[in-house]
């Protein structure tokens, strides 16, 4: 069974800094392409960025919102996917969920964890 | 980048119902279009891939059509865990990013 188990949100100041986690099972994580995507308060879905499996590059993609600020990284030996957030705004605040990504004719979402609540406030 | 917008935004209905969501791109997408159901609290769970293909476990009351600009999910016969938002997403290639639609909350008449 694929799980996916975020960790290290929490409140944050403006202009600080943040590491999410998200632990990966039932599945060969190294093989796998994987995305981050978000939810405002009361809002809708937002794709953060992406990171493809070392085997075909391991390059990332990021939304433009967060390009530049926020980094997303793999330890396919720890089966994990890191979001390194810094210089953090007050829009920042959401739910953070890790997905794997799946292609058929194009590329869709198909595992998602449970998501964690990272708030930015003074 | 393409956008999608759904309609309605909101819908009332009761068990036993019959609806159609829609999804329509800013421009064409050929069959590349996904549908996600989110009930409150929880992550969103795919439900359609590639406008048509229903995902493994989802039951077969839920129906998606379309290709091009225009799209629709169509549920059946209402049940009562099926009152959520949903979502529709496609992939754009260039720049790479994935975009949703602003979802359509489905509400008990």
């Known amino acids: 069974e694929v799980q996916l188990v975020e960790s290290g949100g929490g409140l944050v100041k403006p202009g600080g800094s943040l590491r999410l986690s998200c632990a990966a099972s039932?599945?060969?994580?190294?093989?796998?392409?994987m995305s981050w995507v978000r939810q405002a308060p009361g809002k809708g879905l937002e794709w953060v960025g992406r990171?493809?499996?070392?085997?075909?590059?391991?390059?990332?993609d990021y939304a433009a919102p967060v390009k530049g600020r926020f980094t997303i990284s793999r330890d396919d030996s720890k089966n994990t996917l890191y979001l390194q957030m810094n210089s953090l705004k007050t829009e920042d605040t959401a739910v953070y969920y890790c997905?794997?990504?799946?292609?058929?004719?194009?590329?869709?979402?198909?595992?998602w964890g449970q998501g964690t609540l990272v708030t930015v406030s003074s | 980048a393409i956008q999608l917008t759904q309609s309605p935004s909101s819908l009332s209905a009761s068990v036993g119902d019959r609806v159609t969501i829609t999804c329509r791109a800013s421009?064409?997408?050929?069959?590349?279009l996904a549908w996600y159901q989110q009930k409150p609290g929880k992550a969103p769970k795919l439900l359609i891939y590639?406008?048509?293909s229903l995902e493994s476990g989802v039951p077969s009351r839920f129906s998606g059509s379309g290709s091009g600009t225009d799209f629709t999910l169509t549920i059946s016969s209402l049940q009562p865990e099926d009152f959520a938002t949903y979502y529709c997403?496609?992939?754009?290639?260039?720049?790479?990013?994935?975009?949703f639609g602003q979802g359509t909350k489905l509400e008990i008449k």
């Open positions: 421009q064409g997408i050929s069959s590349a």
């Open positions: 997403q496609q992939f754009n290639s260039y720049p790479p990013m994935y975009t």
């Open positions: 039932g599945f060969t994580f190294s093989n796998a392409w």
């Open positions: 997905t794997t990504e799946e292609y058929s004719s194009s590329w869709v979402l198909d595992y």
């Open positions: 590639d406008a048509s």
């Open positions: 990171i493809k499996s070392k085997t075909d590059g391991g390059t990332t």
